[in-house]
């Protein structure tokens, strides 16, 4: 093994510099600790632009669901008509389940309300895999690690344990460039809350565990170049907003007057009939969030070709979870969200290593430079 690439999923920069832990604090002070600027999205947008080095509207993988170009048939349509927002779902859901037992109904559609599920369709992210998507049409990392002579592969972990470890140093022995993936750390910011005491903990637990894989991993390959940085940071959720019944009460009703998908932190809007300012006005007059204005789109990396993720887009204020969404069935907020505006302080993923290379990466898509110059490093050391 020549290069190890960690990402520690949901790290911010700012949690690091509140626990100060002490593996990656003493690594950043040899190699260099920097914060990086994320983007408007979920993993499943960051992945893709980490792995490409493109933003989402280049690779065009932004988020898990997205409008159809025209709706599908949907036999769970007329439990639209019934009222309520989970009790009404939660029915959908077993329904759903029962007629893909039947064969007559298709995907699972998380927790889309049923009036509009025929509106959706889904990008599986498979963090698992490299790229998370099947992204033909853009130059990957990996090729470009192929293309420089170099074998990698990547390896994800669900927890760091002794699995882990294990098939960590198995396939550091068989490879050049070895990349990384811990997902733990993000669901124990969503469920603990990223600056709590309880997280500290687990933070600090993960650290020493980490330092001493790594330590072994350089003393057995001591020429390894090693990176560590993380997708996203994670956000303090203190307040929940429900925009469903907040638009509803102003007579503004979802499938009727618009059409929305609801994530936890940033909602796609289409205005097939009309009502675009009316709504926007209303979302901003709120408290809770902004629509962004048409010409901030490009600066967000949200300038799509078509509509599939919307005509507009709201983004929650820092801390605010949006409860209801379609993501999850849940009616309380998490302790820890991401996904809000990248200007926030508290989005800030962070970066080690930097002192190895020239490139000096100041957001995740910049990551893929430095991955590129490593592997063109190593070529010209063979
Ligand atoms: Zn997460």
Known sequence: MQ????VIDGIGYDQIERFQPSGLIERGKR?????????????????????????PDQHLVWTEFFRRPAPRRAVTGPLGLLPGKYLLRKAAYVALAVLKRLGMEQPEYAAIPPQVQSCFDRVQSQYWNLPPVPMPAVPLISQKIERSGQTWEYVFCE??????????????ARVDTLLVCFPDMDKAGHELGPMSAAFG?????????????????????????????????????????????????????????????????IISLWFDNG??????????QSGYGRVLSPDEHASYHLDFPDRRYGDRFF????GVELI???????NQANYGMHGYDPACSSTRAFFIGGKQVDVQPSDVVDLYDVLTEAAVMADCLV
Request: hydrophobic residues 40%; proline residues 3%; aromatic residues 12%.
């Open 31 to 55: 190699t260099g600790l920097v914060p990086l600027t994320t983007l408007l999205t979920y993993s499943s947008g960051i992945y893709p632009s980490i792995w490409s080095g493109q933003y």
């Open 201 to 265: 903990e687990a933070f600090h637990a993960f650290d020493a565990r980490l330092a001493r894989l790594i330590a072994e991993l350089e003393q057995r390959w001591p020429d390894t170049v090693t990176f560590l940085c993380s997708d996203h940071g994670m956000t303090t959720v203190t307040r929940q907003f429900d925009a469903w019944s907040y638009l509803e009460q102003r007579g503004f009703r979802l499938g009727h007057e618009y059409l929305a998908f609801i994530n936890s932190t």
């Open 275 to 284: 009502h675009r300012d009316e709504i926007s006005h209303a979302l901003n």
């Open 159 to 172: 927890a760091l344990d002794q699995r882990a470890e294990r098939r960590i140093h198995d396939t550091a």
């Open 3 to 6: 290069h190890l690439f960690i």
């Open 324 to 330: 209801p969404n379609f993501i999850s069935l849940a």
């Open 315 to 318: 983004v929650a204020d820092e």
